[in-house]
């Protein structure tokens, strides 16, 4: 925009004057006075209105201020009034307006923002800014022995150094990031210091540039520098720089480095904001230095300084993965506070993590419980609900899922099986087989068919309490509503016999498994006959399980046949020891 002003001031000069000689150049900023009559200077032909020319404004209403100017040899020259050496040959438009046009240069130029004044620079030397961004580009690749001689270059070169010669030679494209950093440190050093200083401007052209680079080497080099600066307290480092470069450690992995960067934000009087915490967090967590983590998340959170929503769901991510839930939950509650909802994806790993089987925190999943109302789309979050009562009923708080359940079922997401079977084990675990039942005729009033695993956790229930006649009733049912049932069914219903020690049924299931598609297999044999000799001593039919066995190709191992044979040879022995008694 400045360059479009100047050009303007350049036209209004050249259409005045015919100077015989301008000043070959101009290295120090020409102030002008105040101009506040702009109505009449408008009035002057050379300006007419359809093509009127307004300096340093944004619009018509803005008020006019002052600024400085600074041109080049090339350019020409608005001088100050007391300048001797410049004459004009202007003739009546002189005497009317020219004490007037010089002062309308003095404007009050306001930033969009910060209401700074602007100051248009020299213009830059072109032949000496390619001839250093060509020094700059040779040095790319070399090795550091010949990389110092950058600096004896540029010293012959009699560079004019300003803050913006530096600046376009640091956004120059093409030129690696360490050239640039050992130009803007001689730039700063030396003899140099008395023509440039470091501006937050020039520093921060420079992080941008090389934070674009992912080279580790590079990247400490340019910390080094910046910690330098900082170190000065010049107030030069700004809380943009020190996060540029957080992010740019935590992209090379390189999470302690961008700690260190974090934990000098109040050495260098720069004040943290939320993507000073993000950064950090990620830099840490993605190194897995979670002891670090916890500080920086929790100082984040008391000082309320939350990234947006989208972030701040990759933080409850990360602290997730880290196994850093309560950390996370903290997060989400602060979040919550200040009306920001990280993403729904975010939210549901949180739930599944509160929920972990691993830890079974009864807070901590009463806590998922509540999260479940945040839920807007509550339609497809089964996902989430089923995870809630599952960990619902691993910390025993079955009254929780069934009210959950019934929930469910008024408003929403419908529930299916697999809820319904979680509560049904749950029940049937701890006995309450009436719930458990009810609930099952529950499950059928709405459509769905109870599936081999709900029953087989019924007749568990059953047999474990030794109400076997209830477990045969469901195994009954069982085949009527499931042409194929689980070895698990089986299982169950003959272990509940042997513990009654009611073998013969228990023999009679084993013969009629194959009949609803279930093969015994070896553990299934193993355990009958086991019962049969220990608790019954009735090796004649533990023998013929094993010839059976043989005939199926299962073979029964050492242990279990061995039992069989003490168990004969005791029989064998109370046989004879009773005749020699009756013949004695």
């Known amino acids: 925009m400045w360059r479009s002003r100047l050009l303007a001031a350049q036209r209004f000069r050249s259409s005045l004057t015919r100077s015989s000689q301008l000043h070959s150049k101009v290295h120090t900023s020409q102030t002008l006075t105040p101009y ?17 020319i307004r300096f340093f404004s944004s619009s018509s209403t803005d008020s006019i201020t002052d600024v400085e100017v600074s041109t080049h040899s090339n350019n020409g020259v608005i001088a100050d009034e007391n300048d001797k050496n410049d004459t004009f040959n202007i003739g009546e438009i002189w005497n009317q307006g020219v004490d007037e046009v010089k002062n309308v240069f003095e404007t009050e130029a306001f930033d969009s923002e910060n209401q700074d004044p602007v100051e248009l620079n020299n213009e830059v030397d072109v032949g000496e800014l390619d001839r250093v961004i060509t020094l700059l580009k040779s040095e790319i690749g070399e090795f550091d022995g010949v990389r110092r001689s950058i600096e004896s270059s540029l010293d012959e070169m009699n560079l004019n150094l300003s803050e913006e010669f530096v600046v376009r030679v640091l956004v120059s494209e093409n030129v690696s990031g360490e050239s640039l950093i050992d130009f803007f440190k001689w730039a700063a050093g030396g003899s140099n210091e008395q023509v440039f200083s470091v501006t937050t401007r020039s520093l921060d052209v420079l992080v941008r540039a090389v934070c674009a680079e992912m080279k580790k080497k590079v990247a400490y080099k340019l910390w080094d520098l910046v910690k330098e600066i900082g170190e000065k307290g010049d107030g030069v480092v700004s809380t943009e720089m020190l996060n540029a470069l957080i992010s740019l450690f935590s992209r090379l992995g390189k999470g302690m480095a961008g700690y260190e960067v974090f934990d000098k934000f109040g050495d260098f009087s720069c004040v943290t904001n939320a993507d000073s915490y993000y950064f950090t967090i990620q830099a840490l967590c993605r190194r897995s230095i979670f002891d670090r983590v916890g500080l920086v998340c929790e100082r984040m959170v008391s000082e309320g300084k939350l990234p947006e929503a989208a972030k701040v769901g990759d933080v409850i991510y990360y602290l997730c993965k880290g196994g850093m839930v309560k950390e996370a939950r903290s997060v989400y509650l602060s979040a919550k506070e200040k009306q920001q909802y990280p993403p729904q994806p975010s939210v549901n790993f949180l739930i599944s993590s509160l929920c972990d089987r691993k830890k079974n925190d009864a807070d901590s999943v009463h806590f998922a419980l509540k999260m479940l109302d945040d839920i807007e789309n509550k339609k497809y979050a089964i996902k989430q609900f089923s995870c809630v009562i599952q960990a619902l009923c691993r910390v025993n708080d079955i009254e929780a899922a069934k009210a959950l359940l019934s929930r469910m079922i008024d408003n929403g997401p419908p529930p299916g099986n697999a809820i319904f079977n979680t509560i049904i084990n749950a029940l049937s675990k701890s006995g309450d087989m009436t719930e458990a039942i009810n609930v099952m005729r529950m499950m059928e009033n709405r459509g769905l068919k109870p599936d081999v695993f709900a029953y087989s956790v019924i007749m568990s229930g059953y047999a474990k309490g030794g109400e076997m006649e209830e477990a045969s009733k469901m195994l009954t049912e069982a085949k009527k509503n499931h042409c194929k049932l689980t070895p698990v069914i089986y ?15 228990a023999v009679k299931l084993l013969e009629e498994m194959e009949e609803y598609g279930v093969r015994p297999n070896t553990d299934e044999y193993n355990k009958l006959i086991q019962s049969l000799c220990l608790k019954a001593a009735d090796w004649v039919m533990a023998e013929k399980l094993m010839e059976e066995m043989t005939k199926k190709g299962l073979h029964l191992n050492g242990i279990t046949k061995s039992l069989i044979r003490a168990v004969k040879e005791l029989e064998e022995e109370g046989k004879g020891a009773k005749e020699a008694t009756v013949a004695a």
């Open 36 to 52: 506040r009559h702009t109505q009449h200077f408008r009035s002057i032909p050379l300006f007419p209105q359809s093509n009127a």
């Open 491 to 505: 299982h169950t219903i003959i272990r509940g016999y042997c513990k009654l020690e009611q073998f013969g049924k």
